[in-house]
């Protein structure tokens, strides 16, 4: 589970959770979704309590990686990593978005669909990004 390639990895990945996130959802899908808030509007924190975000960040990079490492045996790849992270995405995007708006008040349908896709690119991203270390990693012990 901790090998130097999961390590590795979880690092990457991690990275990108806290910026890809900032930048797909505090950037690119703020004002959009900001305009398909649930009637529990004004949840969210005005300012994020960034060591707890970093901690989530890397405990998901970690996750992430972990899993990706059964899913990938013997086959990792960029291609490889993206089809992981588009069933990720899908699952938690899509899956987990519409129970939560079945349950609670966070985003109307529109607003939970157009996450969905966000929530999509996301794990493509890191999907990549693990597929990528993984595949180096491998390249090179095998030479």
């Given amino acids: 589970m901790f ?10 990945t991690a990275i990108w959770a806290f910026l890809g996130g900032y930048l797909l959802w505090g950037i690119l899908g703020d004002p959009f979704l900001m305009e398909h808030l649930g009637s529990g509007a ?12 970093i901690i989530g960040c890397v405990i998901l990079a ?3 990686s972990t899993i990706y490492s059964k899913w990938g045996r013997d086959s990792y790849s960029a291609t490889n990593g993206a089809q992981f992270g588009i069933w990720l995405g899908i699952l938690l995007g899509f899956g987990s978005g519409i129970i939560d708006y079945a349950t609670a008040n966070i985003l109307d349908m529109t607003g939970t ?4 896709v966000i929530y999509i690119i996301f794990f493509i991203v890191m999907g990549v990004l693990t597929g990528l270390v993984y595949g180096k990693m491998a ?5």
């Fill in 113 to 116: 669909l157009v996450n969905g």
């Fill in 42 to 53: 004004g949840t969210m924190q005005e300012t994020p309590d960034f060591l707890y975000l």
């Fill in 62 to 64: 970690c996750a992430f």
């Fill in 3 to 12: 090998s130097k390639t999961n390590l590795i990895s979880t690092l990457v």
């Fill in 139 to 143: 390249s090179s012990s095998s030479e």
